[in-house]
C-alpha cells in the first residue's frame, strides 16, 4: 500500500474513532469543521477568523464577484471561483469576506487546528505514525523540531550532532499534559520548518526560501520577531477588544435581562387581561340574563293584559251576539203576541247592553305588533359586578290622552312668519317617553277657505318630544289637529 493511500486509511479510521467516542464531536471539537462535520483538512483561515476546510470554501457560493486585473467574470465560471478575488458569506457569522487574487489557496493556513487535529487523534488512543520514516508507530516527539519519532529514529535523532541536545518526551506524557504542537513547514520545500521572518514581505519563510526568494530582504529569527508582533496582537485585544469584549457582554446580558423582564411583564399583563375580560364577560353575561329577564317579564305583563283584554272582548261579543240573535229571531219569528209577551224582558236586557256594555274604540284595540318593546344597545345601563355595561329594555308606551301641546305657535302666529310648537310624547303615567320614532301627524288647515292649508315640517328630538314648525301665507283662523298613534291630542290642558 501507498504511503499516501495509507495515511488516507489512517484518516478515516481515525474520524471513525472520533465519531464513536464523541457523536456530538462536530459540535464541540476544535479539529472538525463547521461546514463538513469532518476533521479538518487543510484548514483556511477566513478574514473573519473563522476556519474551515480550503475545499468547503471553494464549494461556497460566491456573494458577489470583484474585477480582478479589470476583468469581470462570471460568478458561475469555476476557475473563477477557485482562483479569482471574489466575495462569500462565511458559514458561521454570515460576514460578506473577500477571497484574495490567488482564491482559496491564498488564505492563510489554520496551523492551530492542524495542532487540534494532531491532539484528538492521541486522545482517543489511535497509533501515530512516525514523521520520518512513516513506517512504524511513534511514541517519542522532539519538542524542538515538533516532530513525532518512532523508537529507531529517536534513537538516530539523538546520535546526531545537530539534533543531539533536542528534548525528547513520551508522547503519552505530552498527551497527560496538554503540550501537543506540530511544525510548521514550507508549503514549498517540504521538510523545511518556517523559522525566519521576512520584515518587507509579513512572511514566515524557511531557510531555503530566504536564500533565494527573499535573498534581498532582511529576514530575522520568529524567535527574535515574535516579542515585537505578538506584543502589538496583545496590546489590541487587552487595551482595545477585551474591553470592548466586557462591555459587549454586559450589554448582551441587559438586553438578555430585558427579554425576560419584557416577557414576564407581557405575560404578567397578559394574565391580567385574561382575568379582566373573564370578569367582564361575566358581568355582560349578568347584565344580558338580566335583560332577557326584564324581558320575559315583560312579555307576561303584555301577554296578562291581552289575555284580559281579549277575555273582556269575548265576553262582550258573547252577551251582544246572545242579545242581537234573540231579538232578531223574536222579530223574525214571533207572531204579535209572542213580540210583546217577551218585549219587556228583551228590552230591559238590549239597553243594558246599550247603556253599560263594554264598547271600546276600535282604535284603542288595533292589532299591536309590541314596537313599542326595544332594545337600546348604547344606553347606559348603569354597572354590573364594577363594570359599566350598555343596553337597556325600554317598554314605555306613548299614551295620546296623556300628550302635550307647549308654546304660543299653537294658538296665534303671523302671516309670512315662522311659528312652532312642541308636542310632548308621555306615557300612562304621565312621564317624557324619553326617545323619538312615534307617529306624529300635523294638520292645518284654514277654516274659511277650503282648500288652504299649511304645510308643517315636524323634528324629532329623540328625547320624545317634537318640534312642529309652519309659515302662514294667508291670514284668518285656522284649524289645528296634531295626532299621536291615530289620536287627536287634546291641547287646551
Known amino acids: 500500500m501507498s504511503l499516501c493511500k495509507e495515511r488516507l486509511v489512517h484518516e478515516e479510521k481515525l474520524e471513525a474513532v472520533l465519531n464513536k467516542s464523541n457523536g456530538d464531536i462536530g459540535k464541540k471539537s476544535k479539529a472538525v469543521c463547521g461546514v463538513c462535520s469532518r476533521m479538518y483538512r487543510d484548514p483556511k483561515i477566513l478574514p473573519c477568523l473563522h476556519t474551515f476546510c480550503a475545499d468547503c470554501i471553494r464549494q461556497r457560493e460566491p456573494f458577489s464577484e470583484r474585477r480582478v486585473n479589470g476583468e469581470r467574470r462570471s460568478p458561475d465560471d469555476y476557475t473563477h471561483r477557485r482562483n479569482s478575488g471574489s466575495t462569500i458569506l462565511c458559514p458561521e457569522c454570515d460576514s460578506e469576506v473577500d477571497l484574495p487574487p490567488s482564491g482559496v489557496d491564498g488564505l492563510t493556513t489554520d496551523h492551530l487546528a492542524l495542532d487540534e487535529v494532531f491532539a484528538e487523534t492521541l486522545l482517543v488512543d489511535c497509533k501515530v505514525l512516525c514523521d520520518l520514516c512513516s513506517d512504524s508507530d511513534a511514541g517519542k516527539r522532539c519538542e524542538v523540531c515538533c516532530v513525532n519519532l518512532c523508537d529507531f529514529c529517536s534513537q538516530a535523532h539523538r546520535r546526531q550532532k545537530r539534533t543531539s541536545s533536542h528534548s525528547i518526551q513520551s508522547l503519552q506524557e505530552l498527551k497527560s499534559q496538554g503540550r501537543l504542537t506540530r511544525p510548521v513547514l514550507c508549503s514549498l520545500h517540504p521538510g523545511q520548518e518556517l523559522r525566519l521572518f521576512c520584515e518587507p514581505c509579513d512572511l514566515t519563510v524557511c531557510l531555503e526560501c530566504a536564500a533565494t526568494f527573499h535573498r534581498d530582504h532582511h529576514c530575522s529569527s520568529a524567535h527574535e520577531v515574535i516579542s515585537h508582533h505578538g506584543d502589538r ?261
Not at 397578559?270 to 317579564?297: G, I, N, T
Request: charged share 25%.
Open 233 to 493: 496582537i496583545r496590546d489590541l485585544v487587552v487595551r482595545s477588544l477585551r474591553p470592548r469584549l466586557g462591555r459587549l457582554e454586559e450589554s448582551l446580558r441587559r438586553v438578555d435581562t430585558s427579554q425576560e423582564v419584557l416577557q414576564a411583564r407581557a405575560d404578567t399583563l397578559a394574565s391580567e387581561v385574561r382575568a379582566f375580560a373573564r370578569s367582564y364577560a361575566s358581568a355582560v353575561e349578568a347584565h344580558c340574563c338580566s335583560l332577557l329577564r326584564s324581558l320575559e317579564d315583560l312579555r307576561l305583563q303584555r301577554r296578562n293584559q291581552l289575555h284580559l283584554q281579549k277575555a273582556q272582548l269575548q265576553q262582550a261579543l258573547s252577551d251582544i251576539r246572545g242579545g242581537v240573535d234573540f231579538a232578531e229571531r223574536l222579530l223574525t219569528c214571533g207572531s204579535d203576541a209572542e213580540i210583546l209577551s217577551a218585549k219587556g224582558v228583551t228590552v230591559r236586557r238590549l239597553m243594558n247592553l246599550v247603556e253599560s256594555g263594554f264598547d271600546p274604540h276600535p282604535t284603542t284595540v288595533a292589532p299591536d305588533n309590541a314596537s313599542s318593546i326595544c332594545f337600546l344597545p348604547q344606553e347606559s345601563a348603569g354597572e354590573v359586578k364594577g363594570f359599566p355595561v350598555v343596553g337597556v329594555i325600554h317598554a314605555k308606551t306613548v299614551d295620546p290622552s296623556k300628550c302635550t301641546i307647549q308654546g304660543e305657535g299653537v294658538e296665534r302666529g303671523r302671516e309670512g312668519q315662522r311659528g312652532e310648537f312642541t308636542l310632548v310624547c308621555r306615557d300612562s303615567s304621565g312621564e317624557q317617553m324619553g326617545r323619538g320614532g312615534g307617529p306624529v301627524l300635523v294638520s292645518i288647515v284654514h277654516k274659511e277657505r277650503k282648500g288652504c292649508s299649511v304645510e308643517a315640517a315636524v323634528v324629532d328630538k329623540g328625547d320624545g318630544s317634537y318640534v312642529v314648525s309652519y309659515t302662514p301665507s294667508e291670514a284668518g283662523l285656522y284649524s289645528v289637529w296634531v295626532c299621536v298613534k291615530a289620536q287627536h291630542v287634546q291641547w287646551g290642558r
